[in-house]
């Protein structure tokens, strides 16, 4: 129980290879955009595996927001189910590791507040709520006192 398994998508497995294996220092934006990255490490709900996921970095004071966007695709990505199951996550933010417990927001005007500093944080999430009927779930994590 609890080995790391890498993604099943190469690109991502690289970035947290490198991201992780650099300590912080190298991986840490979202290919040539300059767009800050995080890597948020999580349970694997039926294997308990660790799973280590990459999201764009968009923080409200100490919380960082997560956009279960998978770039617009009409299912929620895996992690979404693996942060409901178990809300209990390591962010690293570069150097820096947090111990932090995810919650979906589901309080609208919540949500939409959060939702409009992600945008601002990288604009694509707004083309990819156009792009799905889902609509692409907010979570907030909250630094575990
Ligand atoms: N994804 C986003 O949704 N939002 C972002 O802002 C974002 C930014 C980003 C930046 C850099 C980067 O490299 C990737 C980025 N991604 C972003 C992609 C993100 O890291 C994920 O790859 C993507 O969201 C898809 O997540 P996923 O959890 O669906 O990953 C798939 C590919 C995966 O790893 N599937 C595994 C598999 O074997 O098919 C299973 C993974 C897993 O967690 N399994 C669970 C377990 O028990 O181990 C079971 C889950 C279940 O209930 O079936």
């Known amino acids: 129980m609890g080995e790391y398994i890498p993604s099943t998508s190469a690109w991502v497995a690289e970035q947290v290879e490198l991201y992780e ?3 912080g220092t190298e991986g840490v934006t979202l290919r040539d955009t300059g ?3 995080i890597i948020v490490t999580n349970r694997g709900r039926k294997t308990g595996a660790i799973r280590k996921t990459p999201l764009m970095r968009a923080v409200d ?3 960082y927001i997560l956009i279960a966007s998978q770039g617009g695709a009409p299912t929620h990505p895996v992690w979404y189910y693996n ?3 178990d809300p209990h996550v390591e962010i690293r933010d570069k150097t820096e590791v ?3 417990r995810a919650r979906e927001v589901t309080d609208s005007a919540e949500r939409q507040r959060l939702w409009d500093i992600a945008v601002a944080a990288f604009p694509p999430y707004q083309t990819y ?3 799905t ?3 692409i779930p ?3 994590a909250e630094p575990v006192a």
């Open 21 to 23: 294996g650099s300590g």
């Open 35 to 37: 767009l800050p990255v």
């Open 61 to 63: 004071g100490d919380r």
């Open 83 to 85: 942060l409901k199951a």
């Open 98 to 100: 947090y111990a932090m």
């Open 129 to 131: 709520q156009q792009k």
């Open 133 to 135: 009927e889902r609509l």
């Open 138 to 140: 907010v979570f907030v």
